[in-house]
Antibody
Framework: QVQLQESGPGLVKPSETLSLTCTVS????????WNWIRQPPGKGLEWIGY???????NYSPSLKSRVTISVDTPKNQVSLKLSSVTAADTAVYYC???????????WGQGTMVTVSS | QSALTQPASVSGSPGQSITISCTGT?????????VSWYQQHPGKAPKLMIY???KRPSGVSNRFSGSKSGNTASLTISGLQAEDEAAYYC??????????FGGGTKLTVL
C-alpha cells in the first residue's frame, strides 16, 4: 500500500525559506498529482499546490509568489519550498496524492512547522 | 480566492441523519463535478469520504452520501454514530486548475 511521509525542519526563522520533503513508498510517483496542504493550529485546511509526476505544477493564487513544488521521480520524492515565511505560515503541512478526479485519496501524517525566531 | 462556505457546526443524535452544505460559485462547485469531502478526527490526517460529488471510495460506509445542486454541494450522514464526530471539509476543483477547501464543519454527535 502506498504511504506518504513528510519530513523537514520543525522550526524556521521569519523571512527564511521553509523546505519540506514528501517521500512516497509502496508505489510509483508516476501518473499521479502530488499535493501540499497545510492547516494552521485550530484552523481549517488550505491547499498550497500540486505537481504532476512529469513536473507540471500549479499553485494557490494566494501563495503563488512564494511557493515552489518540485518532483524527484527516481527518488520518489516531492518537495515544497515556501519563501519569506512569517508566523502566519505556522501550520501542520500535509502531502497528499490525487488523480484526475482531484480526490486526495492518500495523505501523509503531516509535519508541524513553527515559524519563530 | 475565499474558502467555500460551510456551516461552522452541526449536531445530531445517534441514529439521526445530518447534512452539511458547501457553497461555492460558478467558477468551482457550480461548474465542475469535482467536489470531494474529507473527515478529520483531532490530531489525525484527513480521510477521503466522497469524491466526484457522490462517489464513495472503497471501505467508506454507505451511510455517507454526497450530492450537488447548483453552486452548493452537500454531504449527508445517515444513522449517525459516535465515531462520526469529527470535522468535515469539502473541496472543489476551481477554474484554472487549482483546488479550494471549505472552512470546515464540526460535527457533534449528542
Amino acid at each position: 500500500q502506498v504511504q506518504l511521509q513528510e519530513s523537514g525542519p520543525g522550526l524556521v526563522k521569519p523571512s527564511e525559506t521553509l523546505s519540506l520533503t514528501c517521500t512516497v513508498s509502496g508505489g510509483s510517483i508516476k501518473n499521479y498529482y502530488w499535493n501540499w496542504i497545510r492547516q494552521p493550529p485550530g484552523k481549517g485546511l488550505e491547499w498550497i499546490g500540486y505537481i504532476y509526476y512529469s513536473g507540471s505544477a500549479n499553485y494557490s493564487p494566494s501563495l503563488k509568489s512564494r511557493v515552489t513544488i518540485s518532483v524527484d521521480t527516481p527518488k520518489n520524492q516531492v518537495s515544497l519550498k515556501l519563501s519569506s515565511v512569517t508566523a502566519a505560515d505556522t501550520a501542520v503541512y500535509y502531502c497528499a496524492r490525487s488523480g484526475r478526479d482531484d480526490a486526495l485519496d492518500i495523505w501523509g501524517q503531516g509535519t508541524m512547522v513553527t515559524v519563530s525566531s | 480566492q475565499s474558502a467555500l462556505t460551510q456551516p461552522a457546526s452541526v449536531s445530531g443524535s445517534p441514529g439521526q441523519s445530518i447534512t452539511i452544505s458547501c457553497t461555492g460559485t460558478s467558477s468551482d462547485v457550480g461548474n465542475y463535478n469535482l467536489v470531494s469531502w474529507y473527515q478529520q478526527h483531532p490530531g489525525k490526517a484527513p480521510k477521503l469520504m466522497i469524491y466526484e460529488v457522490s462517489k464513495r471510495p472503497s471501505g467508506v460506509s454507505n451511510r455517507f452520501s454526497g450530492s450537488k445542486s447548483g453552486n452548493t454541494a452537500s454531504l449527508t450522514i445517515s444513522g449517525l454514530q459516535a465515531e462520526d464526530e469529527a470535522a468535515y471539509y469539502c473541496c472543489s476543483y476551481v477554474r484554472g486548475s487549482t483546488l479550494l477547501f471549505g472552512g470546515g464543519t464540526k460535527l457533534t454527535v449528542l
